[in-house]
């Protein structure tokens, strides 16, 4: 509602309240397992650590409802268009497995990690008539059945399956040797035999780092990284209802492969 002057002029007031009308319903099952293998269990010697990992989630059911006096109907496995803000599309599993190696302990390579992820979004349908209200000719395609002939089967839109590599180093420097300080004694302590042949008791201040701001420090606790995005360059399936964009935003990218350098400084 707009509230303005009795002659054409300024608005003056704009009320534009918010109601929470729609409600839905989510159900499925989120899982992760990670396992970490030790080389050095074998017992020859440490050779490093590899790690597994596997998440993903699964959506056995998703329904909205827009209004409260409107039946609700099913969203699990469908693309939901852009304008409606409730999620992204649904498709029915995702998940993700990676595989990285870190090197071992107490050597030069011990900042060494190097890895690789796979990237699962599985199949879900073209079309929602209760959302987009798409027609095949004169026909329009009811929600449900899901199979048999056209018109009356949903288009499938296909998995997408990528692959990415990382590989990174942290350096993490040994701290540098102290350098002797001119003047004192290199040796104390009690009872110290001096030039003369005398004994004395003398404090042992004898060394001290110098520039603690050089190149050491700035490359200690950083890390470069090397990555590969996407790495065979698969194109996003095909989305009718996405319009000229003709993928679905919500879920994949068409900047195709993509590699990228990192370096980060911890302070």
């Not at 509230?3 to 899982?31: H, S």
């Not at 597994?52 to 006096?69: K, M």
């Not at 104390?188 to 420090?217: F, Q």
């Amino acid at each position: 509602m707009v509230n303005g002057r009795p002659v054409p002029g300024l608005i003056t007031l704009v009320i534009d309240p918010n109601e929470n009308l729609a409600g839905a319903i989510f159900e499925g099952l989120d899982y992760e397992a990670i396992y970490s293998l030790d080389s050095s269990m074998f017992g020859h010697g440490d050779f490093g650590r590899l790690t597994a990992t596997l998440n993903g989630t699964w959506l056995s059911r998703a329904e909205l409802q827009i209004l409260p006096d409107t039946k609700r109907f099913g969203i699990a496995g469908e693309v939901i268009p852009p304008g409606v803000t409730l999620t992204g599309s649904l498709p029915w599993s995702r998940a993700n497995f990676s595989l990285f190696y870190d090197g071992p302990a107490d050597t030069w390579i011990e900042g060494l990690d190097v890895g690789a992820v796979v990237h699962y979004t599985g199949q879900y349908e073209d079309d929602n008539l209760s959302l987009t209200q798409s027609r095949f000719g004169e026909f329009s395609k009811p929600q449900t059945p899901r199979s048999g002939l056209r018109p009356w089967r949903a288009r499938k839109v296909r998995e997408w399956i990528t692959l990415d590599l990382i590989a990174s180093y942290r350096f993490n420097l040994p701290p540098s040797a102290p350098d002797e300080v001119p003047g004192f004694a290199k040796d104390g302590g009690k009872n110290v035999k001096m030039n003369d042949g005398k004994r004395k008791n003398v404090i042992r201040v004898s060394t001290a780092e110098y520039n603690p701001c050089g190149w050491r420090a700035w490359l200690n606790n950083a890390t470069i990284s090397l990555g590969i995005q996407n790495v065979c360059d698969e194109d996003p399936p095909f989305v009718a209802v996405s319009g000229e964009n003709g993928y679905d935003e919500s879920l994949a990218t068409i900047k195709g492969r993509f590699w990228y350098v990192q370096l980060k400084k911890r302070f």
